[in-house]
C-alpha cells in the first residue's frame, strides 16, 4: 500500500511513523509534515488545506489510502473532494466534521439523542444573549463560539461579567469572524477529563484505549490554555465500568443518530468526556486523532494501523472486531514547546540532541513544529516536540520520557514537569 498522511504536527508524525512499520505499507508520504517526518517517511511540498494539489498527486501516484490527521482540511471537504474521484481516504466527510466544526450542531445532536452533556443555550444576538447571563444566578458560566477557533474559542467564566465579556468579543466584536456567528452559552462542568478516542466506519465503533491531555501551560494545571502539554495512555481514571458506561451512553447513540439522519459518521470520533461526581459527559467531539493524545496512544497500538486504517475507510471494520491489541505497558508524551508559547515566540533556534533520545529504548522523540534549516532541526512552531516513553509502569515511562527530554539541547526550549502525575496520585 502507498499511504498519503495529510498534516504536518505530532500527531501526523506518529501516523506516519506507525504506518511505515505495518508489512503491508510501501511508500508513506507526509504533506507537507515536518523535520521529524522527513527523517521517517517522504515529505511533499503540498499545504495540509491545498486540496485540488493533494487530490491530483493521490490520483497521479496511486495513492492506496489517506490519512488526514487535522480537522480543518476535513471540516473543509477534503474527504468528500478525494471519494468523488474514487480515492479511498480515513476521515468523516465536510457534513459529519461538524462534529468539530459546529458546536451548535453537536449540542443540538446531543440533546436530541440524550446524551449526557452540559446544559446549555444558543444565541446569535448579543443582547438576547446578555439577557440570559443576567437571568442566571451567578455560577461559572463557558462561552464558545460556535465554529473552528484553533482551540482559543473556548471561555470558562467564572462570573457573568466575564460571560458578558466572552459573548461581546464574539458576538459584537467579532473576534472569530463568521465561526463567531453563534455563541453556546453552557453549565460549567467539574471532574477530571479525559480523551476517548474510537475508530468508526459509519457504522462499527472500535475504542482505542483513553488517554488523558495536560491543557494548561504550567505544572499542576495551571496557566493559560495550550494545545496540549502532554498526554498519557492508558488512564487509570477512566475504568472499564465507566468506558462501559461512555460506549453505551455517548459512543453508540452519537454513531447511531448519525447515521439515521443520513449523516454517517467515519474516521476518529474524539470524544472529550468530563468525569463528573453525575457521570461521564460530553464536553466537545473532535473528529480526528488528538494531539498529543495520538502519540503515547499509537505508540501502544500493536495492531497493524494500515490495516486498521484501511478497514474503517473501507467500510469493513467488522472484520476487525477480534479487538485491538495494545502493549500493556503505559506510555507517556512529553510536550516540549518554544519560550514564550502560548503567547508569542520567536523561531529558528537549533535544536540538538533529539538522537540519543531517540536511543533510549522505547523512546520516540515526535516532531512537531520543527523545519530542517541547512540540515539542522530548528523550532518553527509553539509545540516542537512530542518526546514519548513507554516503561513497565507509569513512573517508568514518565522518567524515561523525561530523561530523554534532558538529553534534547534547545536554547529556550521547556515543558511541563508533572505529566501523567494525574494518574500516580
Ligand atoms: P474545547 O475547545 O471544546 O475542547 O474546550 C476546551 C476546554 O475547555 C476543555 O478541554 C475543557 O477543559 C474546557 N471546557 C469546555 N466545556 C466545558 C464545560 N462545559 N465545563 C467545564 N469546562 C469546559
Ligand atoms: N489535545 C487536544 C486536541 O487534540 O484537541
Known amino acids: 500500500m502507498k499511504i498519503l498522511v495529510v498534516g504536518s504536527g505530532g500527531r501526523e508524525h506518529v501516523l506516519a511513523w506507525k504506518l511505515s512499520q505495518s508489512p503491508s505499507v ?3 508520504y507526509c504533506a507537507p509534515g515536518n523535520a521529524g517526518t522527513a527523517r521517517d517517511v517522504r515529505n511533499l511540498n503540498i499545504a495540509s488545506d491545498d486540496i485540488p494539489r493533494l487530490v491530483k498527486f493521490a490520483e497521479e501516484n496511486g495513492i492506496d489510502l489517506t490519512v488526514v ?7 473543509a471537504g477534503i474527504t468528500d473532494a478525494f471519494r468523488q474521484r474514487g480515492l479511498l481516504v480515513f476521515g468523516p466527510t465536510a457534513k459529519a466534521a461538524q462534529l468539530e466544526g459546529s458546536k451548535v450542531f453537536t449540542k ?7 446524551i449526557p452533556t452540559a446544559a446549555f443555550a444558543v444565541f446569535s444576538n448579543y443582547a438576547e444573549a446578555e439577557q440570559y447571563i443576567n437571568d442566571c444566578e451567578e455560577q461559572p458560566l463557558v462561552v464558545k463560539a460556535d465554529g473552528l477557533a484553533a482551540g482559543k474559542g473556548v471561555f470558562v467564566c467564572a462570573n457573568r461579567e466575564e460571560a458578558r465579556q466572552a459573548v461581546r468579543s464574539i458576538l459584537a466584536e467579532k473576534s472569530f469572524g463568521d465561526a463567531g456567528a453563534q455563541v453556546v452559552i453552557e453549565e ?7 480523551s476517548i478516542l474510537a475508530i468508526v466506519d459509519g457504522d462499527t465503533i472500535i475504542p482505542l ?16 490554555n495550550t494545545g496540549g502539554m502532554g498526554a498519557y495512555c492508558p488512564a487509570p481514571v477512566v475504568t472499564p465500568e465507566i468506558m462501559d458506561e461512555i460506549v453505551r451512553r455517548v459512543l453508540i447513540p452519537t454513531i447511531h443518530t448519525m447515521k439515521r439522519e443520513d449523516n454517517p ?12 461526581v453525575g457521570g461521564p459527559k460530553v464536553l466537545e467531539y473532535n473528529v480526528r486523532f488528538g494531539d498529543p493524545e495520538a502519540q503515547p496512544v499509537l505508540m501502544r497500538l500493536k495492531t497493524d494501523l494500515a490495516q486498521l486504517l484501511f478497514a474503517a475507510a473501507s467500510g469493513k471494520l467488522h472484520e476487525m472486531e477480534t479487538g485491538l491489541e495494545f502493549d500493556p505497558r503505559p506510555a507517556v508524551c512529553v510536550v516540549m514547546a518554544s519560550e514564550g508559547y502560548p503567547g508569542g515566540y520567536s523561531k529558528g533556534a537549533v535544536i540538538s540532541g533529539i538522537e540519543e533520545a531517540d536511543q533510549l529504548p522505547d523512546t520516540k522523540v515526535f516532531h512537531a513544529g520543527t523545519t530542517l534549516v541547512d540540515g539542522q532541526i530548528t523550532n518553527s512552531g509553539g509545540r516542537v516536540l512530542g518526546v514519548t516513553a513507554m516503561g513497565d509502569d507509569l513512573a517508568a515511562a514518565k522518567a524515561r520520557a523525561y530523561a530523554a527530554v534532558d538529553l534534547i539541547n534547545w536554547q529556550g526550549g521547556w515543558c511541563r514537569r508533572d505529566i501523567s502525575d494525574k494518574a500516580l496520585r
Not at 443540538?108 to 440524550?114: D, G, M, Q, S, V
Not at 484505549?209 to 493559560?224: I, M, N, Y
Not at 459518521?265 to 463528573?276: D, R
Open 69 to 75: 490527521g487535522p480537522e480543518a482540511p476535513l471540516v
Open 265 to 276: 459518521f467515519s474516521g476518529v470520533l474524539y470524544a472529550g468526556i468530563m468525569l463528573t
Open 209 to 224: 484505549d483513553v488517554s488523558q491531555d495536560h491543557k494548561r501551560a504550567l505544572d499542576g494545571d495551571l496557566g493559560p
Open 188 to 194: 460549567c462542568l467539574v471532574g477530571q477529563e479525559a
Open 26 to 28: 510501501e511508500t508513506v
Open 108 to 114: 443540538k445532536l446531543l440533546r436530541r439523542a440524550n
